[in-house]
């Protein structure tokens, strides 16, 4: 399996302009997680899908942050307008929840961020 | 509610020298515990997990971690350094549901 499938890799945008991420998990995984990491802040969860169906949005930071998931195999999360402050590099991770409550969960490259 | 504190966020070790990288935990349940490494431009990867049973987790890379439930910690070790182990640790905790709750990180130079 090829794990979690990030695109782009880097991202490098003006302020107020839209940013749109993008993922796709391992197949036969039924849950995705999108995360933030910056130094202040450490690993951040911004939102939980499972089923395709989002669960826990509690992290995502406010209304110009959406993400969407249309099927199993495809996620995407969107900055709309982006600003400086969202510069930081973006986790996709995906697992299979529901079992065994410990199973792992398995993290793309990421995609950094900036915006000037 | 769950949470993470790993002391010390740089550890630098001389390569060749053991390898202690502290993590303790709160769970309002019985945790399961994880530690993940992180290379530079990269995402994270899992080393070792604890669930249940044996509280000595061996992982790869010859990483290994015990749970101490009386102390509530996690703590990762390795005898002998490389260089190629420098890199990001994090330690996690996860309950009985999907949320997975992060430390804060430790870095981890070697040094030759």
């Known amino acids: 399996d090829a794990g979690v499938i990030q695109s782009p890799r880097h991202e490098v945008t003006e302020m107020g302009q839209e940013v749109t991420l993008r993922c796709k998990p391992i197949s036969g995984h039924n849950s995705l997680f999108w995360y933030r990491q910056t130094m202040m802040r450490g690993l951040e969860l911004l939102i939980y899908?499972?089923?395709?169906?989002?669960?826990?949005d509690s992290g995502m930071p406010e209304d110009r942050f959406s993400a969407k998931m249309p099927n199993a195999s495809f996620s995407t999360l969107k900055i709309q307008p982006s600003e400086p402050r969202d510069s930081a590099v973006y986790f996709c991770?995906?697992?299979?929840?529901?079992?065994?409550?410990?199973?792992?969960?398995?993290f793309g490259p990421g995609t950094r961020l900036t915006v000037l | 509610a769950q949470s993470v504190t790993q002391l010390g966020s740089h550890v630098s070790v001389s390569e060749g020298a053991l390898v202690l990288l502290r993590c303790n935990y709160s769970?309002?349940?019985?945790?399961?515990l994880f530690w993940y490494v992180q290379y530079p431009n990269q995402g994270l990867q899992l080393l070792l997990k604890?669930?249940?049973?044996?509280?000595l987790v061996k992982g790869i890379n010859g990483f290994e971690a015990e749970f101490k439930k009386s102390e509530t910690s996690f703590h990762l070790t390795k005898p002998t350094a490389h260089m190629s182990d420098a890199a990001e640790y994090f330690c996690a905790v996860k309950g009985s549901n999907y949320k997975l709750t992060f430390g804060k990180g430790t870095l981890l130079t070697v040094n030759p």
């Open positions: 991770a995906s697992s299979l929840e529901g079992g065994a409550p410990y199973n792992e969960q398995f």
């Open positions: 604890y669930t249940t049973g044996a509280t």
């Open positions: 899908f499972n089923n395709n169906v989002p669960i826990d």
């Open positions: 769970s309002s349940v019985p945790p399961y």
